[in-house]
């Protein structure tokens, strides 16, 4: 079956989701990125529906607070794991209605089973992540850009082992691994295009 | 610079050396492989040299023998120690002298600090694998498919990670990785092409 949905994994800084936005454009079909995806979520009520049907331990009327009273050993659902679900609906519901890219959210791994899916990993090395974002984003005082970097790859890689159990950047996870360093976002952009409905 | 060598690092069965072969052949430059590395390395009496070169411990006439005379742990260095030796620097010749294809044999690593040199990984699942070899290699009645991928697998990645000190099929340790089951081995070969001299 063709390739109809593209997923985008990508390291912090290494413009995953440019690539993913300029795919999308080209092709003219929808981009979700991680954004997105977060605020359909919220907008579909889905989480309420989640947080009712879990009537085993008792639910803050403010979701946040379920955070601080979930307990994993004792067979809870941590506020993460309601939007870990919700996230996933989400992202089969999109899939299911056409043509897309997704950015983010182990949409990878949620579609697995898909035949019409070609999964993407994007990665560059550190230096040139580290100036990528702090042209896009701009720099934070408080916090030195290569720690920044670190640590939003540590939480990627956790986040994706914990809901995934597969390891995060593992070349054989994916279809398709481009180095946006060293290839450039254009070319990896080209590269996605040309695989698109093949 | 722009990409002169291309260097192919390949699970058994991925269809990785074909690749490289399809790919040299269109771009109209030499593609060397681990047989052809080893023949070069043989006929170049640089093994020869290695070996006499390391006096401090006695040294077979039959170089063969020194595999069961080699001890690292007194400091001693195997055959194999010498083997890599030799080809690393045969890689290195091979990669001053012009544009080529390189399968196999560490050349992502060997020539990792040269800046016209493009890193590629060709994997597929095991299913495919196994499928491909017994087609292309034909069975071996002696030992199951799975059994033999998975051998030759682990050895690939042992041998690797001892001289590389790097972890076989991490994404991030290459420019491009290609899943060559999903994509097929003429995409593959297109993408590589479409990279030369970028």
Redesign the interface.
Known sequence: MANRIITISR?FGSGGRTIGRQTAQRLGIPCYDAELIEKIAEESGLAGDYIREKGEHSVHANPLANIFMSDRSNGGFSMQDYLWKVQRQVVCDIAEKGSCVIVGRCADYILRERQDV?AA?I?A?MEKRAERIVRVYGEDVDTPILKRVKEKDKRRKTYHRFYTDEEW????N??????SG??GID?CT??LC??YE?
Request: charged share 25%; with cysteine; aromatic share 8%.
């Open positions: 390291e070609l990993f990665h090395d950047g593992r070349a054989q994916y279809h398709i691994c481009l180095d060293v290839l070319t080209d590269i040309s695989l093949k």
